[in-house]
Each structure stands twice: as structure tokens, then as C-alpha cells.
T-cell receptor, first 113, second 111 residues
């Protein structure tokens, strides 16, 4: 079993829809949770960063962490065609810069006009 | 700040040839990570360095792969000899306080 599980999709939604992307994980030592967005033929870019359980909002994006269920989510409101990308969750145990991230395999999202 | 710079962007080589991928990390970021990305396996950590010292190379698939970081501003990943199954996108990433900054990757095709 992988440490981090993520549905690969693809997920296709109409413009303006609310998108929910999710990951589950098995290692209870993970404390820092991230979402990366990767456009085609580009490197992943950091989208959201959260620590421990709770919610964090940034514009149209909301990240949720439920450590008791080992479940994290990314919500995108009023989705736009420019949101079409692959979204990867990532997590790590501590905050040192030498601490390695464990990634999900990514969910491909397509927002249609 | 130009971010993490990787070269070449694309590499096509014949099976058995040596391939060298290059990375220039962000100045002042002390940790550098090499990842490989494929459709089937996603992002796989190959090796990472802290202060130019290799910390964990357990992800390097076999002895054909080697990586160096001779100084804080340069790292290489070498595959010798290359095989078709090495075809993937290889990313270099620099670690900051909140996450990684990735380069644009090198798309390697071994024919």
C-alpha cells in the first residue's frame, strides 16, 4: 500500500463548478500538507500549504486537513478553464528543509467551457 | 531570482548511451531533490542532498544512476548506460521553508 493515495482521474467539470480533490494517507507522523498544481509540460508549483488539522483559504482555493481520518482535500470554487491541470497532494513529517516530501500520484482536472 | 534551472529541456538518446542531466538550484536553498515522473508511478524521489551532501539515495533505481552536487549551485544526475525504461521526466527541486520549488524538468526519451 502506498503511503499517499490519490485518485488519478481524469475529473471533468463545467466552468463555474465546485471541485473537490482528495488524498488519503497512512502515516500518522505527517504534519505538513501541501497541494501542488502542475500544468502540462511544466514542473509542479506550490498552491497551498497547511499545518496539522483545519482549513486554510486562499481566494478560490480551500485546503482542509482531517488528521483523525488521515484525509486531506482541496476545494476549488468557481472553477475556470485555467484551473485545468494535474493537482498533487504532498506531505511531510517535519519542517526542516532537508525533510523529504511524499507525493500522491496526482489528479488530472479538466474544466470545460 | 531565476528559480531552479534544468538543462537540457529535452533529451533523446539511444539505449546504452550516457545521459547527464543538470540542475542549478536557487541560491541560498540548502537542500536539493531529484525526482522522476512517469504516468504509471507519479513522482518518485531518487536522491536528495543537504548542504551538498547526499542524505538519502535509496530511491536511485540501480547502479546505472548516479548523482553529484559538487557545490551549492550545481548538481548532475547521470545515467550510464541508459535504457528505454528510463524514459521519464526528471525534475530537480530546491527546498524552502514551506515546500519545494521545482525546475521545468528534463524530458528524457531513450530509444
Amino acid at each position: 500500500q502506498k503511503e499517499v493515495e490519490q485518485d488519478p482521474g481524469p475529473l471533468s467539470v463545467p466552468e463555474g463548478a465546485i471541485v473537490s480533490l482528495n488524498c488519503t494517507y497512512s502515516n500518522s507522523a505527517f504534519q505538513y500538507f501541501m497541494w501542488y498544481r502542475q500544468y502540462s509540460r511544466k514542473g509542479p508549483e506550490l498552491l497551498m500549504y497547511t499545518y496539522s488539522s483545519g482549513n486554510k483559504e486562499d481566494g478560490r482555493f480551500t485546503a482542509q486537513v482531517d488528521k483523525s481520518s488521515k484525509y486531506i482535500s482541496l476545494f476549488i470554487r468557481d472553477s475556470q478553464p485555467s484551473d485545468s491541470a494535474t493537482y498533487l497532494c504532498a506531505m511531510r513529517r517535519n519542517t526542516g528543509t532537508a525533510s523529504k516530501l511524499t507525493f500522491g500520484t496526482g489528479t488530472r482536472l479538466q474544466v470545460t467551457l | 531570482d531565476a528559480g531552479v534551472i534544468q538543462s537540457p529541456r529535452h533529451e533523446v538518446t539511444e539505449m546504452g548511451q550516457e545521459v547527464t542531466l543538470r540542475c542549478k538550484p536557487i541560491s541560498g536553498h540548502n537542500s536539493l531533490f531529484w525526482y522522476r515522473q512517469t504516468m504509471m508511478r507519479g513522482l518518485e524521489l531518487l536522491i536528495y542532498f543537504n548542504n551538498n551532501v547526499p542524505i538519502d539515495d535509496s530511491g536511485m533505481p540501480e547502479d546505472r544512476f548516479s548523482a553529484k552536487m559538487p557545490n551549492a549551485s550545481f548538481s548532475t544526475l547521470k545515467i550510464q548506460p541508459s535504457e528505454p525504461r528510463d524514459s521519464a521526466v526528471y525534475f530537480c527541486a530546491a527546498a524552502g521553508n514551506y515546500g519545494y520549488t521545482f525546475g521545468s524538468g528534463t524530458r528524457l526519451t531513450v530509444v
